[in-house]
């Protein structure tokens, strides 16, 4: 039997409950239940729903059941009991384990000392793109650059119907998501008002791994 789509998420963000690293579904469930105690499943779903979590993190709600099981199974968390409420199924309810709690401290220390070195493929994209029409170069900026426009319109009205809802340590989480949409179109703006130079780079062979085997003593491999 394939993974499903849960797992293949779980797979792709590299999770592992055997590891500090900083894993935002892992910080995610064992910070909500050590704050609101005992939860099945669902309900933590239903948490990063109306937190919006896809919006702002790399969390996928439909990756909460297979990382409590995960995580169960590391003895970070541990199931209670099961109850049934009327028609619904029968569900199973979770609390942190004292493991889990120093889990936690060690996942939350990390994500707020460490600074993130995040890579875009795009950039390394960018960089081997000579063989890639002009027009059709310049089309995948333009389309970033308004995709991103829309995203940042979105940020700000999302962020200004939540903001009577919201502390002040969550309007600032909004805000940094803001302020880091609105480098990306600035970025993308003067990227694609350099594109003629970029493009023309690529004509004249400037740069590139290709460049500087031919010129094995140029100042980049100097340095």
């Known amino acids: 039997m394939g993974a499903n789509k849960a797992d293949l998420d779980l797979l792709l963000s590299d999770y592992s409950c055997k590891t500090n690293r900083v894993s935002s579904i ?33 969390i996928r709600v439909g990756s909460v059941y297979g990382a409590l099981k995960r995580l169960a199974s590391e003895d970070l968390v541990r199931e209670v009991r099961t109850e049934r409420v009327g028609n619904r ?24 000392r460490e600074l993130d070195r995040h890579y875009d493929p795009f950039d390394l994209a960018l ?6 029409a002009d027009e059709e170069l310049e089309g995948v900026v333009a389309n970033r ?25 969550e309007r600032m989480v909004l805000q ?10 600035n970025w993308h703006e003067e990227l694609l008002a350099r594109l003629p130079k970029i493009l023309d780079d690529f004509r004249n062979g400037v ?11 140029s100042k980049a491999d100097r340095q």
Request: hydrophobic share 40%; net charge negative; glycine share 6%.
């Open 127 to 132: 960089t081997q793109s000579a063989d890639i």
């Open 26 to 58: 892992r910080l995610f469930i064992l910070g909500t239940l050590a704050s609101a105690g005992p939860l099945h499943g669902h309900q933590i779903r239903q948490q990063a729903q109306s937190d919006r979590a896809e919006n702002w993190t790399d």
């Open 145 to 169: 650059l308004a995709g991103l426009r829309v995203r940042l319109a979105s940020l700000r009205h999302d962020a200004e119907h939540a903001d009577p809802y919201v502390n002040e340590a």
């Open 89 to 112: 199924p029968e569900r199973t309810i979770y609390e942190i384990t004292p493991e889990g709690r120093r889990a936690l401290a060690a996942v939350k220390d990390a994500a707020l």
């Open 176 to 185: 940094h998501f803001i302020d880091r949409c609105a480098t990306e179109v």
């Open 207 to 217: 740069g590139g791994p290709t460049f500087r085997l031919q010129n094995p003593d």
